[in-house]
């Protein structure tokens, strides 16, 4: 009788799939599950966060103000959780009445109860040995009808059951040899499942594509850049649109209204500006997407011939501006670049309507006014064989941590670098293309990133009014830290911000930048928070995980500035309420 | 490498191949196997891509090139996995710590390409320190004692492969010390 009690479970593991999924032995299904439907998409509740930034928009606003300025000296954290990964996390909490849905890096997904923090399932992709995934972060997942999708390191697309985390079914979409990978969340519009890839610094060929939410069937795929003969190629040279970048690192924003969907574009490869002449469309660029084809219906490039790894990753937020008495239904794009971008949704276009600097920026010596192409200083472009020194540094006026803007004060908060700049020398030879070859063109190791001389601080939190054009407020973090934190702003007249060094998770007035709460986390917060309700009891949600793009900055300005800054690494899902 | 594959077709035989790790079967495939003793070494990259490694083709205080194994019995060059990628270079005797030294043939030290952090490749050389410096987070590794961490966020050293030299072709003495790759939970 022991015999057979021992000889099913191992009969079972020998019948197992050799690519089945790690699970965790799971607990009791989901009694009770709320369909994530279009309508509610459209117009999500107040007390839920379904998407990675609140809804379609993009705009990082939650209209629950139970936890206000008045209140918030009172937060206090009510559970946390480690998710048992190091390195980057960046995802949010998404939760959908009372149940929250997280990832982690390497393809882990937590379904959590939102109110205690006690684990539903656990799901973790397995992977193999030598996948390639050299930024690992995971951006978040998506929830439509009963279903939970995410986008993975090796570039396959999953999709899970809400109450149970089984696999239902995964689409490859991409090689992984080959260095493609994803980042980020999926978008989900129309029963389609939009993702992009990642791997610029390995010369992919970057795409949009979209898959079928019930069956993962592809229904449409768009480069980035485009094979010869369709619009833009003749914005290339040779071969070079086959290994040119255009990575999409970040989840695109929906225009219902428009059916269309809004990605940024990262820059063309590799990076020295003669390695690839031309204005390399559409790397550095927003472009606009018909989600039921995927058809570009518009674009806008930032600048072109992009040479100082200035990837537009981020999506510009959707929301109306009222310049010179007419109001529009805007795109406004803090750029990597430094320029704070506003442009117009329109049904076959994205237009030009002013931009200007929120940081210092010395390459740039000129925006045309009617269609906003930049004009470059040539001594700061990156050559083949040549060194040039830019600011803002490669990882400009502000990386992909997102923006946030709040209708109640008309205001958009930007995580922004300033006083940086960096020293990038260009190989004099540059290998060619191999697929999963690092192909960047820059001898990494004559690096130099480094704050401007007499710079009294680095990271910075800035508010600005898109009606006026004008900065409203800026809140510099102490001790010439830096900040790699997304914002949320809240009805409650806040905004939480990590970000930084410290470890510190904080609020401030979203009316005036002062701070107004502050707690120290486990690690660096690079998350993307949430805010949600359950049971009338209003809370706040981030992961803190330091890794990626943070710790090499850190790294970097530790040389340059002779110090030992370390930030210790660990996830741990924090979750706060006001007591 | 005889005695694994041995186990592997056993293990097939009775059926029970779907009980191993994927990555023990993705490794019966020669290109995918790890560097064994034995092997000999490609270089992958440059105007020398695919020639097979001499002793003489390393000069000491010349930069390290980057090579991948290949099964002396039949030619085929373990390309199938990028964690296969190995950095080898030639370094002044008297600079190499006991350890590194008694791996070493002649002053020529391997290690794996694939930094023990992030898993990425594409290290820099530091002629002066002797230094790999990873491009992703900065960690640098003394070649000339083990590869250890001098700085920066990797956990480990970077997997070293004992060396011997026949018929003047630069071999392997043995398998990586320590797993190539990430190690994460």
């Given at each position: 009788m022991k015999t057979i009690k021992w000889f099913i479970p191992m009969l079972a593991a020998v019948l197992m799939p050799l690519n089945a999924p790690a699970q965790s032995k799971l607990p009791a299904p989901l009694p009770e599950y709320t369909p994530v439907t279009d309508a509610r998409l459209l117009k999500p509740e107040a007390h839920n966060w379904l998407q990675i930034r609140g809804g379609y928009d993009g705009i990082g606003y939650s209209a629950l103000d139970k936890i206000n300025t008045g209140n918030v000296k009172r937060l206090v954290p009510v559970w946390s959780y480690s998710t048992g990964q190091l390195e980057g996390h960046q995802a949010p909490p998404i939760v959908n009445n009372g149940v929250m849905f997280i990832s982690t890096p390497r393809n882990q997904v937590l379904a959590l109860n939102a109110k205690t923090g006690a684990q539903i399932w656990r799901y973790q992709r397995d992977f193999a040995d030598d996948v390639n995934h050299p930024h690992p972060t995971n951006r978040g997942v998506a929830l439509y009808n009963d279903k939970v999708y995410l986008a993975t390191m090796d570039a396959f697309v999953v999709c899970l059951d809400a109450r149970t985390g089984k696999l239902v079914w995964e689409t490859k979409l991409a090689e992984n040899k080959a260095n493609y990978y994803f980042t980020l969340a999926p978008l989900i519009a129309k029963g389609k499942v939009m993702v992009g890839s990642s791997g610029g610094e390995y010369g992919i060929r970057g795409f949009i594509a979209a898959v079928d939410a019930?069956?993962?069937?592809?229904?449409w795929r768009t480069y980035t850049i485009p094979a010869p003969g369709e619009p833009g190629s003749e914005t290339w040279q040779g071969d070079q649109w086959k290994s040119g970048g255009g990575s999409v690192w970040v989840t695109g924003n929906y225009d219902p209204k428009l059916g269309l969907a809004y990605f940024g574009t990262g820059n063309p490869g590799p990076w020295p500006a003669d390695a690839h002449p031309g204005d390399n469309l559409y790397t550095t660029s927003v472009i606009a997407l018909d989600v039921e084809t995927g058809k570009i219906r518009g674009h806008h490039q930032y600048h072109w011939n992009d040479n100082w790894d200035w990837d537009e990753v981020s999506t510009p937020l959707l929301f109306d501006v009222k310049r010179n008495g007419r109001t529009f239904p805007a795109l406004v794009h803090p750029g990597r670049n430094g320029y704070l971008w506003l442009l117009e949704r329109k049904q076959d276009s994205v237009g030009f309507v002013d931009a200007k600097p929120f940081v210092k920026q010395e390459v740039f010596t000129a925006i045309d006014p009617k269609t906003g192409r930049p004009t470059y200083d040539d001594s700061k472009r990156l050559l083949v064989g040549k060194t040039t020194t830019f600011c803002p540094s490669h990882w400009g006026g502000k990386d992909w941590p997102p923006a946030a803007y709040n209708p109640k004060t008309n205001l958009i908060y930007i995580p922004a670098h300033e006083n940086l700049c960096v020293t990038l020398a260009g190989e004099a030879k540059i290998a060619p293309y191999a697929p999963g070859k690092r192909y960047v063109g820059t001898d990494a190791s004559k690096t130099r990133l480094f704050p401007r001389e007499g710079a009294k601080y680095i990271g910075e939190v800035q508010a600005w009014d898109m009606n006026t054009g004008k900065k409203a407020w800026s809140y510099p973090y102490p001790d010439m830290d830096i900040n790699w934190g997304p914002l949320l702003t809240t009805a409650g007249g806040l905004v939480f911000a990590g970000g930084s060094q410290d470890r510190k998770f904080r609020a401030l007035d979203a009316r005036n930048g002062k701070l107004l709460w502050e707690f120290v986390t486990n690690s660096g917060v690079t998350a993307m928070p949430s805010s949600y309700m359950v049971d009338g009891v209003q809370y706040i949600a981030v992961q803190s995980g330091w890794g990626v793009d943070a710790q090499k900055m850190t790294g970097r300005l530790n040389d340059s500035m002779n110090r030992k800054v370390t930030v210790p690494q660990g996830g741990v899902v924090w979750v706060f309420a006001v007591k | 490498m005889e005695d694994r594959r041995t186990v592997i077709k056993a293990a097939l035989g009775v059926g029970?191949?779907?009980?191993?790790?994927e990555v023990t079967l993705a490794q019966a495939d020669p290109r995918n196997a790890r560097p064994q003793d034995g092997d000999r070494f490609v270089i992958t990259e440059g105007d020398r891509k695919g020639a097979v490694v001499k002793l003489d083709d390393l000069k000491t205080g010349a930069p390290p090139i980057t090579v991948m194994p290949q099964d002396p019995a039949n030619g085929t060059v373990r390309d199938g996995s990028r964690l296969n990628q190995i950095l080898m270079v030639r370094i002044d005797e008297a600079r190499l710590k006991d350890d590194t030294k008694a791996r070493a043939a002649q002053g020529v030290v391997a290690y794996s390409a694939v930094c023990t952090h992030t898993g990425c490749d594409g290290l820099s050389w530091a002629s002066d320190k002797l230094w790999f410096k990873c491009p992703c987070h900065e960690t640098e590794f003394d070649a000339a004692d083990s590869a250890r961490v001098v700085n920066g966020p990797a956990p480990r050293r970077l997997p070293a492969l004992p060396l011997k030299i026949v018929e003047g072709y630069v071999v392997a003495a043995g398998a990586f010390i320590g797993r190539a790759g990430v190690t994460a939970p």
């Open positions: 019930e069956t993962g069937k592809e229904a | 029970l191949g779907a009980v191993l790790p």
